[in-house]
């Protein structure tokens, strides 16, 4: 009896030694979502976008009223410097008028649309970066709940080659966004 208690202890060690040591097969769950479906439909991101069109547009429509004005100045200076009995003096007071007003709107164009320090793409990054991150909060959120551990943006520079549409989270994140729960 004895060595059949050992004998079955035995057994049953060396199964659930077994068991401890083998491989856990863990299962892999990877989504993706498309950013650009996102950005285009999120009420938040709508707006900044809107935002940040309007004021290109102003600055636009200013930059267009000063190389107007530029090109007046130029023709003006063109027709003075044909004109006989001009002074010297006056036409350098010319001149000098245009290259300033030429140079006030090339430093207006840097100011505004330089990359990377120019104040469209400071605006850019303070109008969306608070879009951003309730997006990828709520991206964090649904992926949590879908036990996934990698989230690919199939509109990122990430190539995703081939997706399954039931691993496109896209439209549970918006959903989750437009809830404003994030």
Do not use: C, H
């Amino acid at each position: 009896m004895k060595k059949l208690v050992a004998l079955s202890l035995i057994l049953f060690t060396a199964a659930l030694f077994a068991q401890t040591t083998q491989p856990q097969t863990a299962t892999l769950k990877i989504g993706y979502v498309d950013s650009e479906v996102i950005l285009a439909q999120y009420p938040e991101a709508i707006k900044a976008k809107s935002d940040l069109e309007g004021l290109v547009a102003k600055w636009r429509k200013d930059l267009d009223s000063m190389q107007t004005d530029l090109q007046k100045s130029y023709a003006d200076y063109q027709k003075q410097s044909q004109e006989k009995n001009v002074k010297q003096d006056d036409l350098q007071k010319s001149q000098k008028n245009v290259v300033e007003k030429e140079q006030r709107a090339q430093q207006f164009q840097q100011a505004k649309f330089a990359q990377p320090n120019g104040e469209y793409f400071v605006r850019q990054e303070q109008l969306m970066k608070p879009v951003k991150e309730k997006i990828f909060k709520a991206i964090d959120e649904v992926s949590n709940s879908e036990a996934m551990q990698f989230v690919f943006d199939k509109a990122g520079e990430v190539v995703l080659l081939k997706a399954d549409a039931q691993f496109d989270i896209t439209f549970k994140v918006l959903d989750l966004l437009k809830r404003g729960k994030k």
